[in-house]
């Protein structure tokens, strides 16, 4: 079965939009920090290869998880193939609450609370340690990107097939991981702009509140399949 492109687009810009939420871009620099045994302030001083290789192994460790998460929606949604019309309708509906709840128009508690790991710098640590914290910040990171990784989710249960939803995860993963790896690689740079980011996160949530609510109108109402079909229409006919 062939991965609509549109589908693609939409992961590569959810992974995009995880990175450059609230929960994570501030926290770039403190794991960069943990996995190197440097402390923040002196990351800018550190050789840049052993960072770029303790991002890298980070990126690895929650992208394998990621994709398995979704290989199994993939897997599941094929097993449950005539349920999915109601469930990608139930998920549509979700995408809108979610949607609203990243723009400020409503608040979710649950989705406030942040679970994240106590991380200490000072002690030196090796790459398969950074493959871990990957891991563990796939298995058990804060709410905050769970409503934008749902929808990717969602659009790998509605392929039903393990392959493509492998395929999606692994497009979100490379949106959430390389600008994570060019951060590290401009590390010197990084740290005083991601400073100076702050006032940009809330416009980041907000657009991708936006971006939520039209995916589950289009889902709802059955446009995102019509929108897919004419853009690879388009694609075929060039």
């Known amino acids: 079965?062939?991965?609509?492109?549109?589908?693609?687009?939409?992961a590569l810009i959810a992974g995009l939009l995880s990175f450059f939420s609230p929960c994570v871009l501030p926290l770039v620099p403190i794991y960069l920090g943990?996995?190197?045994?440097?402390?923040?302030?002196?990351?800018?001083?550190?050789?840049?290869?052993?960072?770029?290789?303790?991002?890298?192994?980070?990126?690895?460790?929650?992208?394998?998880?990621?994709?398995?998460?979704g290989a199994?929606?993939?897997?599941?949604?094929?097993?449950?193939?005539?349920?999915?019309?109601?469930?990608?309708?139930?998920?549509?509906?979700?995408?809108?609450?979610?949607?609203?709840?990243?723009?400020?128009?409503?608040?979710?508690?649950?989705?406030?609370?942040?679970?994240?790991l106590e991380l200490q710098s000072g002690q030196r640590r090796n790459?398969?340690?950074?493959?871990?914290?990957g891991v563990v910040f796939a298995a058990g990171w804060t709410p905050c990107i769970g409503p934008v990784l749902s929808a990717i989710l969602l659009l790998a249960a509605d392929s039903q097939t393990a392959t493509t939803g492998a395929l999606l995860l692994s497009v979100y993963t490379l949106g959430l991981g390389i600008p994570f790896i060019a951060v590290a690689a401009l590390i010197h740079l990084a740290i005083p702009a991601l400073r100076k980011a702050g006032k940009w996160l809330r416009i980041a949530s907000i657009v991708g509140g936006v971006l939520l609510i039209v995916m589950g109108v289009l889902l709802i109402t059955g446009l995102f399949a019509t929108l897919t079909f004419w853009l690879n229409s388009l694609t075929f006919a060039e």
């Open 127 to 133: 790459y398969w340690t950074s493959f871990l914290v």
């Open 34 to 69: 943990y996995m190197t045994g440097a402390v923040t302030s002196s990351l800018g001083q550190t050789k840049r290869l052993p960072i770029v290789m303790h991002a890298l192994f980070f990126v690895l460790g929650f992208g394998l998880i990621f994709v398995l998460m």
């Open 72 to 116: 199994a929606a993939g897997w599941v949604g094929g097993i449950i193939y005539t349920w999915m019309p109601y469930i990608v309708k139930i998920g549509g509906a979700l995408l809108i609450v979610f949607g609203l709840h990243m723009t400020g128009l409503i608040s979710i508690p649950l989705l406030n609370i942040e679970k994240r």
């Open 1 to 10: 079965m062939e991965t609509p492109s549109v589908s693609l687009t939409a």
